[in-house]
């Protein structure tokens, strides 16, 4: 138990570290950890569990604190930058940590009912995946309101789409995942502000009151959102928030960062009550359990146990480093860090996918410049995912 306890503080340690370096993925560490010996392996399967909860709280400092854009972008992007901008980037990391948590215990709550549900329906369900996919599609053009949105969107959906399928279904080079990923999401906002000499306006400290009964509402949402991404291969935390706030009554940028924060941790959750119910995986942290531990109901409920342990200190480390980094950053040559964040991100792709991976950072960077300077919603670009699963799908 002594040892079981120590590796999960380990693997909240090593969240801290991959949840505050920019571009530095669960998964890209996680790489690391399937080259140790079976042993081994079975030893820290908690410890990556704690790391993934940790990680999902803790990224949103950087998140929210990097890429801030001017005054006139501020409508066009992440409601973490507006709320930076508006001097309440605390306010902003305190949400997704409140949302964080709730998702967190309602989907531990929930996992007998979630499992059976899964075991009752994902073998009816599976053969319309590709169906369900291409509908998500459909959606995402279809929601525009203008002819022009419409077509401006579907380009970005092409071409987001055609790469993913030119890039993910080959192995000329490692992490291609992580590289369009940095190239669709983060590349494009760290440009805009190095473009526009963006700095962070004083912020507030003050704690500013978040509705519990709001928080509640959106934990319980994000846990069964995130049923999506079991159900639906290519579909991750980012579609299931986008999903939730489209059905939400009253849009605003506090439910969607509460969504944000629950379902990103929520998805880790369900992700292992797939593996329990259904022998499915949807992230890396399902792949590296599977192979480490044979899952039983014991396993289980000490998984269980680990995430609900790393949360709690997740949150509360999240809380305190949120408070110096925000005060840090108030006083950080702006210009500087986001030249050293794209310089890092730059080597680190260099790194992990040489010269190939480099250009296809390009692309997908341009592709996602694309979006933010049409305002088309960046979460078209997740089509790199969707379309690749769809021909998978037809092909199989």
Not at 279 to 293: I, P
Not at 345 to 353: D, H, R, S
């Amino acid at each position: 138990m002594s040892e079981t306890i120590l590796v999960v503080l380990l693997g909240v340690g090593a969240g801290l570290v991959t949840g505050l370096v920019p571009g530095l993925h669960v998964n890209t560490l996680l790489a690391l950890f399937f080259t140790l010996p079976a042993q081994t392996q079975a030893d820290f399967a908690f410890g990556v569990i704690a790391l993934s909860i940790t990680h999902s709280f803790v990224n949103f400092i950087p998140a929210t604190l990097l890429g801030i854009p001017s005054e006139d972008k501020a409508l066009a992007v992440l409601p973490g930058h507006f709320f930076a901008k508006k001097g309440m980037a605390l306010h902003a990391i305190r949400l997704t940590i409140a949302g964080g948590l709730s998702a967190l215990l309602f989907s531990v709550a929930l996992t007998p009912f979630m499992g059976k549900l899964l075991e009752k329906t994902f073998n009816d369900f599976a053969p319309l995946t590709p169906v369900a996919l291409a509908g998500i599609l459909v959606f995402m053009i279809a929601r525009e309101k203008t002819l022009e949105k419409k077509l401006l969107t579907l380009l970005v959906v092409a071409l987001a789409g055609l790469s993913g399928a030119a890039l993910l279904n080959n192995s000329l080079f490692q992490s291609n995942l992580f590289v369009l990923v940095t190239g669709f999401f983060t590349m494009p906002m760290l440009l805009i502000a190095l473009s526009q000499k963006s700095a962070l306006p004083k912020q507030n400290y003050a704690a500013k009151k978040i509705h519990s009964g709001k928080a509640l509402k959106a934990g319980f949402l994000s846990s069964i959102a995130s049923c999506f991404t079991v159900f639906l291969p290519a579909i991750g935390p980012n579609e299931a928030i986008l999903a939730s706030s489209e059905f939400s009554a009253k849009p605003s940028r506090t439910r969607y960062l509460l969504l944000t924060g629950g379902i990103t941790t929520a998805n880790y959750v369900t992700s292992i009550a797939a593996l329990y119910f259904i022998g499915k995986t949807r992230t890396g942290t399902a792949v590296f359990v599977k192979q480490a531990l044979p899952l039983t109901s014991e396993t289980l409920f000490f998984a269980m146990a680990a995430a609900v342990t790393a949360g709690g200190l997740a949150g509360l480390a999240t809380e305190i480093i949120a408070g110096h980094a925000v005060k840090k950053f108030e006083k950080t040559d702006y210009a500087l860090l986001t030249r050293a964040t794209l310089a890092f991100i730059l080597a680190l792709i260099l790194l992990l996918a040489g010269p190939l991976g480099l250009i296809a950072l390009l692309t997908a960077t341009c592709i996602g410049l694309l979006a933010v300077s049409s305002k088309v919603n960046r979460s078209c670009c997740m089509a790199f995912l969707i379309l690749p699963t769809i021909l998978f799908y037809v092909n199989h």
